[in-house]
């Protein structure tokens, strides 16, 4: 069982920048591929980056490529994402997700575990 604990959510203004945290419980956090998913209101939830749980390859949606880094540090049982140059379509509830043992990042449906999400607000 893991527990994933969102934080660092909150309004920027377009262009600016924000960092998520997602805290993990539980001893084998290094053996989940993570992922940061979002939803708009009335949009379906979609992928936004995921973090291998070996080698810790990277893979990101197109609409965040280049701007968002997602990063994991395994000591503390936490991955980030970090948002530059935000734009107004940016606009969503974010959730962190954990994956065991997976090499599938972009799809819902097979991740474990999921948090409460945080919001994210970027006003133009």
């Known amino acids: 069982q893991v527990q994933l604990v969102e934080s660092g959510g909150g309004l920027v203004q377009a262009g600016g920048s924000l960092r998520l945290s997602c805290a993990a419980s539980?001893?084998?956090?290094?053996?989940?591929?993570m992922g940061w998913f979002r939803q708009a209101p009335g949009k379906e939830r979609e992928f936004v980056a995921g973090?291998?749980?070996?080698?810790?390859?990277?893979v990101y949606a197109d609409s965040v490529e280049g701007r968002f880094t997602i990063s994991r540090d395994n000591a503390k049982n936490t991955v980030y994402l970090q948002m530059n140059r935000m734009k107004p379509e940016d606009t969503a509830v974010y959730y962190c997700?954990?994956?065991?043992?997976?090499?599938?990042?972009?799809?819902?449906?097979?991740?474990?575990?999921w948090g409460q999400g945080t919001q994210v607000t970027v006003s133009s």
């Open positions: 973090v291998s749980w070996i080698g810790g390859r990277t």
């Open positions: 539980g001893r084998t956090f290094s053996s989940y591929t």
């Open positions: 997700a954990a994956n065991y043992r997976s090499l599938t990042y972009s799809t819902a449906t097979g991740y474990d575990y």
